[in-house]
């Protein structure tokens, strides 16, 4: 065995509290029919975890530089494309289009699989090897299914995945060259996500539905880790994450409390903004709406596939994380996403997914109504590439 030096403890549910070792194979809290979310925790000590952020200079660029804060004790149980440590890049043209003076743009679409996909998967393939398992299965709007298709392929593991059947036609291919087994469904995520744990129950898959096993957003948390670490432990004012499922929002919150719990940074965190599309807006209805919980939005609509999760698992996290941080919410039409692709593409030379089109018009919006003043550093995570989209976008 080759130690990672994980600092992992214990499973805890974040809705109940429960406490679980993190030596069981457990997907979500099995206390009382609680079936929330369960977080892994680690032994954080300021002395001691100084020393390891000392020591990242030394280390490779990419997600598992992070190890001791990451599940995987044995450094040949991962499983890497070399995924993370994606650039944060300095915004000059489109900051002045904005009219705010400091604007960074983290761009996820240089991931391998070109989305910020790759980090979960990598992170929940690896501790399930970990496990001994190797056969998985996902429900996916696209993204996510080709990420778990690619790293079950290097893993030599099974995977099976289940999309919508108007997922990007990119995503269909890149899954069936993987190797994986895929289905398409009639409806939306949530059926596909019936159809996952019906087979998963059937052929003893382990299901990584998002935040429906521990380990997926521990690969997200990364994200937040390297946003801190690439500014130089000062945190924008803002953050502007577009936003389905939301284990990335939730990933780069946990993040945050694990590097305050580490003295790596202070109380003065980003605002986080949570950018939903208006024909599939839960979270943001009901953040608005005083609730702790979303209902399930019927007839979801949008051309970014990835935001078009009609009920999240998650949903009560994605809501504390907005509250926590003095945050908001916004929604995003279909039209604005895509002006908001030609402008990240046309000023900065990116070409987003829709996805990152909208927290471009979210951040033209916030700015336009004040919520967000020209001094604020706002930074703008695009979670994947417009090239899965080529489709949606020609239409």
């Not at 069981?24 to 000590?45: D, H, M």
């Not at 960074?104 to 496990?131: W, Y």
């Not at 289905?183 to 019906?198: C, M, P, Q, T, Y």
């Not at 998963?200 to 935040?211: A, I, P, R, W």
């Amino acid at each position: 065995m080759s130690d990672t030096g994980s600092l992992l403890s214990h499973l805890e549910c974040t809705y109940c509290g429960n406490v679980i070792s993190s030596d069981e194979i457990v997907r979500l809290c099995p206390k009382n029919g609680c079936e929330k979310v369960l977080f892994p925790r680690y032994r954080i000590e300021e002395k001691e975890t100084r020393k390891i952020f000392d020591s990242l200079k030394h280390r490779d660029p990419n997600m598992w530089r992070y190890k001791e804060f990451m599940p995987v004790k044995d450094d040949n149980n991962i499983v890497s494309l070399g995924e993370g440590f994606t650039p944060v890049l300095k915004s000059e043209r489109l900051a002045h289009h904005l009219g705010i003076k400091n604007l960074l743009i983290k761009d996820e679409s240089l991931n391998p699989t070109a989305s910020f996909k790759a980090r979960g998967i990598s992170s929940a393939v690896s501790k399930a090897k970990e496990f001994g398992i190797r056969k998985f299965s996902i429900p996916s709007a696209g993204n996510a299914g080709g990420a778990l298709a690619a790293y079950c392929a290097k893993a030599g593991a099974e995977a099976y995945v289940f999309m919508p059947e108007d997922a990007p036609n990119a995503n269909k291919l890149e899954t069936f060259y993987h190797g994986a087994h895929l289905e398409l469904v009639n409806g939306f995520i949530n059926d596909a996500g019936r159809k996952s744990a019906e087979l998963s129950k059937e052929k003893d898959l382990f299901d990584v539905s998002t935040l429906k096993e521990p380990y997926r957003v521990e690969g997200k948390k990364t994200m937040g880790y390297e946003i801190a670490e690439q500014c130089n432990w000062n945190l924008p004012d803002y953050i502007v994450y577009p936003t389905g499922g939301g284990t990335g929002i939730i990933g780069i919150w946990k993040a945050f409390q694990e590097l305050q719990d580490a003295g790596m940074i202070d109380s003065n965190l980003p605002k986080m903004i949570c950018v939903q599309a208006t024909g599939c807006s839960p979270v943001v209805d009901a953040y608005f709406a005083g609730e702790r919980h979303a209902k399930e939005f019927l007839s979801p609509k949008s051309i970014a596939a990835g935001m078009r999760v009609p009920v999240a698992i998650g949903d009560y996290l994605i809501i504390d994380a907005i509250k926590e941080s003095n945050g908001t919410g916004i929604k995003i039409s279909d039209e604005q996403m895509i002006e908001g692709v030609k402008k990240m593409a046309n000023l900065e030379g990116i070409f987003c997914a829709p996805e990152g089109g909208a927290i471009v018009s979210a951040t033209e919006s916030l700015v336009n109504d004040g919520v967000i003043e020209s001094d604020d550093t706002v930074l703008l995570l695009n979670t994947g590439s417009a090239f899965k989209y080529l489709d949606s976008l020609n239409s």
